[in-house]
């Protein structure tokens, strides 16, 4: 069981910055998926990026490529997004997710979620 709570969401202008973070309950995540989602009012749930915590190898959606990275932090139990170069478009909910496999771009494979944090982007 790995419980997640999130952080960092908030109002920022067009260009912006923020950084998310994803705290872990469970000590252990080496074999781990970490991931960031995302969900706009009216939209389907939609992949932003993934880490695999052991290797620490990423991979991200096109529309954040360049923009935002994903990085862990092994002592602190810690998955980060940081989003740069923020766009109205960014605006959503952006959810914490896990798993005990491989990376997936696919919502439905992961097991466990946080509560979700507000991105707001205005223009």
């Known amino acids: 069981q790995v419980q997640l709570v999130e952080s960092g969401g908030g109002l920022v202008q067009a260009g912006g910055s923020l950084r998310l973070s994803c705290a872990a309950s469970?000590?252990?995540?080496?074999?781990?998926?970490m991931a960031w989602f995302r969900q706009a009012p009216g939209k389907e749930r939609e992949f932003a990026a993934v880490?695999?915590?052991?290797?620490?190898?990423?991979s991200y959606a096109d529309s954040v490529k360049g923009r935002f990275t994903i990085s862990r932090d092994n002592a602190k139990n810690t998955v980060y997004l940081q989003m740069n170069s923020l766009k109205p478009e960014d605006t959503a909910v952006y959810y914490c997710?896990?798993?005990?496999?491989?990376?997936?771009?696919?919502?439905?494979?992961?097991?466990?979620w946080g509560q979700g944090t507000q991105v707001t982007v205005s223009s």
């Open positions: 469970r000590r252990t995540l080496t074999n781990y998926a």
């Open positions: 880490i695999r915590w052991g290797s620490g190898s990423t």
């Open positions: 997710a896990a798993r005990d496999s491989g990376r997936s771009w696919n919502w439905d494979d992961y097991d466990y």
